[in-house]
């Protein structure tokens, strides 16, 4: 199994920024998956934020749009400004087939997460 790591999750106040980072343990990989990514925040649901598929087309949840951008060249990354307090969770990078969308039971392989804590 490919292993994804990310990282660069931290803590940051509410307005601030944060880079996130994917990387696969072997080259190629993320030119033939659809790559996304999810967060999960204690009691809640693993949600999708943001995915690209095979075209470059990208897809984000509501509540970031605007906010939020996802990119890749051989690392996925996700642009994360103007943070709020309901950022906070554990963003996860995920691989799946094309045209997963955001729907995180399509993605078949997944990182360990990088902690994200916005605070006032």
């Known amino acids: 199994q490919v292993r994804l790591v990310e990282s660069g999750g931290g803590s940051v106040q509410a307005g601030g920024s944060l880079r996130l980072s994917c990387a696969a343990s072997?080259?190629?990989?993320?030119?033939?998956?659809?790559m996304g990514w999810f967060r999960q925040a204690p009691g809640k649901e693993r949600e999708g934020v943001a995915a690209i598929d095979s075209d470059g087309s990208t897809s984000y949840v509501d509540s970031v749009k605007g906010r939020f951008t996802i990119s890749k060249d051989n690392v996925l990354y996700l642009q994360m400004n103007n943070l709020a307090l309901e950022d906070t969770a554990m963003y996860y990078c995920a691989a799946g087939p094309w045209h997963s969308g955001l729907v995180a039971a399509r993605y078949n392989n997944w990182g360990q997460g990088t902690q994200v804590t916005v605070s006032s």
């Open positions: 072997v080259y190629p990989y993320m030119d033939v998956r659809m």
